[in-house]
Antibody, heavy 118, light 107 residues
Framework: QVSLKESGPGILQPFQTLSLTCSFS??????????VGWIRQTSGKGLEYLAT???????YFNPSLNSRLTVSKDTSNNQAFLKITSVDTADTGTYYC??????????WGQGVMVTVSS | DIQMTQSPASLSASLGETVTIECRAS??????LAWYQQKPGNSPQLLIY???SLADGVPSRFSGSGSGTQYSLKINSLQSEDVASYFC?????????FGSGTKLEIK
């Protein structure tokens, strides 16, 4: 049974770095063709793809945020991580991590709300 | 980026009715399309992948079809638990992109 759960700071100030953790069970990021993706949902842009980290440590970033994103993983502890630098109010929203194997986002976490406010 | 145009933005239908939601891609996505259901207060859940394959545990009243740039999601025999927002997503090209969603309500 696949399960994912995001955790993060909740509130942060402009120009800070957002750090999110995805803790998952029911699959391994050591398995071929397995990936963990990050998607956010904002009032301004709806559902927006951010990045994916794959089982072989390959990574893909949305070019619109490329320079601000970092993804990493801890395969042994079934965790994946997302960092977004220099946040502003447009980054306010709900952030999801997902399991992805063949393109679609097969399973989603419950999401974590992030508010950027001074 | 591939643009996904979804229609209608909102939909009201009666229990037992059949409803159809459309999604048009700005270029051919070769059936690399998924549909998601997001119930109020919850995260999106995969309904359909590869345009017409039902995800595990999804009721058979949901079906997907289409090819090229035009795709649709059909819900037969609408149930109260189908009240949700529905989103399409293409994953043929990176970055994957989503439609703006259809909010389905019961009349």
């Amino acid at each position: 049974q696949v399960s994912l759960k995001e955790s993060g700071p909740g509130i942060l100030q402009p120009f800070q770095t957002l750090s999110l953790t995805c803790s998952f069970s029911g699959f391994s990021l050591g398995t071929s063709n397995m990936g963990v993706g990050w998607i956010r949902q904002t009032s301004g842009k709806g559902l927006e793809y951010l990045a994916t980290i794959w089982w072989d440590d390959d990574k893909y970033f949305n070019p619109s945020l490329n320079s601000r994103l970092t993804v990493s993983k801890d395969t042994s502890n079934n965790q994946a991580f997302l960092k977004i630098t220099s946040v502003d109010t447009a980054d306010t929203g709900t952030y999801y991590c997902t399991q992805s194997q063949l393109g679609a986002q097969d399973y989603w976490g419950q999401g974590v709300m992030v508010t950027v406010s001074s | 980026d591939i643009q996904m145009t979804q229609s209608p933005a909102s939909l009201s239908a009666s229990l037992g009715e059949t409803v159809t939601i459309e999604c048009r891609a700005s270029e051919d996505i070769y059936s690399n399309l998924a549909w998601y259901q997001q119930k109020p207060g919850n995260s999106p859940q995969l309904l359909i992948y590869d345009a017409n394959s039902l995800a595990d545990g999804v009721p058979s009243r949901f079906s997907g079809s289409g090819s090229g740039t035009q795709y649709s999601l059909k819900i037969n025999s609408l149930q109260s638990e189908d009240v949700a927002s529905y989103f399409c997503q293409q994953y043929n090209n990176y970055p994957p992109t989503f439609g703006s969603g259809t909010k389905l309500e019961i009349k």
